[in-house]
T-cell receptor
Framework: SAVISQKPSRDICQRGTSLTIQCQVD?????MFWYRQQPGQSLTLIAT?????????ESGFVIDKFPISRPNLTFSTLTVSNMSPEDSSIYLC???????????FGQGTRLTVV | GQQVMQIPQYQHVQEGEDFTTYCNSS?????IQWYKQRPGGHPVFLIQ?????EVKKQKRLTFQFGEAKKNSSLHITATQTTDVGTYFC?????????????FGPGTSLSVIP
C-alpha cells in the first residue's frame, strides 16, 4: 500500500491568485492523477501526471489553467491559476501502480475562492 | 463515449436493513473497482473484480461482477452506522487501455440508527 500526503488540506484564496497543491507519496508509484470533486458529486479527472513530461489533460481542462508537475515517481503538484469562484472545489490526487491495482488518494484540498 | 452509471443516487435505510448499489457500464470492462468515501473524507479502495461472474465477500459486503463484465453490484447485509458514505464504482477508460479510470456518480448511503 501507499500513503499520500496532500497539502494544503484547505485554503481560502482571493480571485485572480494561484494556489499550488502538493502530493507526496511514501513509495514510488507508476501513475498519479489529479481529480476535482464538487460537494456531493463524483470525481472528475483533471489530468494524468506523467513523470518527466507534460501532463495529459482531460477535455475541459488546460495546462495554462492547471499546470501540473511530476519531477519523480513520488511527488506531484497541481496549480490552480488565476482562480475564480468557479474553481472552488475539492482537489484530490491519487496514485497507484496501474489500472489493475488499487488507487490511493490524498486527503484532498478544499479550495474556496472569494 | 464510455459511461459508468450507478443507481440509486441516494439510499436511506434503517440500521439493520440491507443495501444494494448497482453499477452499469456502456462498454465491457476489463476490471471494476469499488471505493468508499466517508463524509469529509477521501475515497478508499474496497475491492477489485476481474473475472466474469466473480463474487467476492468482505464481512457484510458482497461484490459481484456481471457475466458480460458490464455491470457490478455491491450488497451490504444488515447495515450499520459505520457504513454511511458514498460508494463509487470505477473502471478503466477502455477495455484494453490501462491509462485512466472512470468513476461512477456514486451512491450515497445514509443509515438511520
Amino acid at each position: 500500500s501507499a500513503v499520500i500526503s496532500q497539502k494544503p488540506s484547505r485554503d481560502i484564496c482571493q480571485r485572480g491568485t494561484s494556489l499550488t497543491i502538493q502530493c507526496q507519496v511514501d513509495s514510488q508509484v507508476t501513475m498519479m492523477f489529479w481529480y476535482r470533486q464538487q460537494p456531493g458529486q463524483s470525481l472528475t479527472l483533471i489530468a494524468t501526471a506523467n513523470q518527466g513530461s507534460e501532463a495529459t489533460y482531460e477535455s475541459g481542462f488546460v495546462i495554462d489553467k492547471f499546470p501540473i508537475s511530476r519531477p519523480n515517481l513520488t511527488f506531484s503538484t497541481l496549480t490552480v491559476s488565476n482562480m475564480s469562484p468557479e474553481d472552488s472545489s475539492i482537489y484530490l490526487c491519487s496514485g497507484g501502480q496501474g489500472m489493475s491495482t488499487e488507487a490511493f488518494f490524498g486527503q484532498g484540498t478544499r479550495l474556496t475562492v472569494v | 463515449g464510455q459511461q459508468v452509471m450507478q443507481i440509486p443516487q441516494y439510499q436511506h435505510v434503517q440500521e439493520g436493513e440491507d443495501f444494494t448499489t448497482y453499477c452499469n457500464s456502456s462498454t465491457t470492462l476489463s476490471n471494476i473497482q469499488w471505493y468508499k468515501q466517508r463524509p469529509g473524507g477521501h475515497p478508499v479502495f474496497l475491492i477489485q473484480l476481474v473475472k466474469s461472474g466473480e463474487v467476492k465477500k468482505q464481512k457484510r459486503l458482497t461484490f459481484q461482477f456481471g457475466e458480460a463484465k458490464k455491470n457490478s453490484s455491491l450488497h451490504i447485509t444488515a447495515t450499520q452506522t459505520t457504513d454511511v458514505g458514498t460508494y463509487f464504482c470505477a473502471g478503466p477508460r477502455r477495455k484494453t487501455s490501462y491509462d485512466k479510470v472512470i468513476f461512477g456518480p456514486g451512491t450515497s448511503l445514509s443509515v438511520i440508527p
